[in-house]
């Protein structure tokens, strides 16, 4: 099985910084894309950022400039560094990472979301 564990939310004022890690565990073969998105309170889920297997990465316009995804493939590691947050960054972040396990065909795995609340 497959655990994806995110971690680095809170509350941060306008024009703030925080970084947002998903690390993934268990019988990991590889790990392709690297995905995050958020979902604000009424709204649907939307896309963030994705970061390939080979480094390429995509941002969402609304995000384009301030914010940067990274990975770590020794760790199973994702990172969104997140700057000049604005009050509609506040959302639940979740992290989509697509992976081989030994035990069944690549699929898409979802962490469990964490909050980034942006408010003064």
């Known amino acids: 099985q497959v655990q994806l564990v995110e971690s680095g939310g809170g509350l941060v004022q306008p024009g703030g910084s925080l970084r947002l890690s998903c690390v993934a565990s268990g019988s990991i073969i590889s790990i392709n894309g690297m995905t995050w998105y958020r979902q604000a309170p009424g709204k649907e889920r939307e896309y963030v950022a994705t970061?390939?297997?080979?480094?390429?990465?995509n941002y969402a316009d609304s995000v384009l400039g301030r914010f940067a995804i990274s990975r770590d493939n020794v760790k199973n590691t994702v990172y969104l560094q997140m700057n000049s947050l604005k009050p509609e960054d506040t959302a639940v972040y979740y992290c989509?990472?697509?992976?081989?396990?030994?035990?069944?065909?690549?699929?898409?795995?979802w962490g469990q979301g964490t909050q980034v609340t942006v408010s003064s």
């Open positions: 989509n990472l697509n992976i081989a396990t030994k035990y069944g065909p690549r699929r898409d795995y």
């Open positions: 970061i390939t297997s080979g480094g390429v990465t």
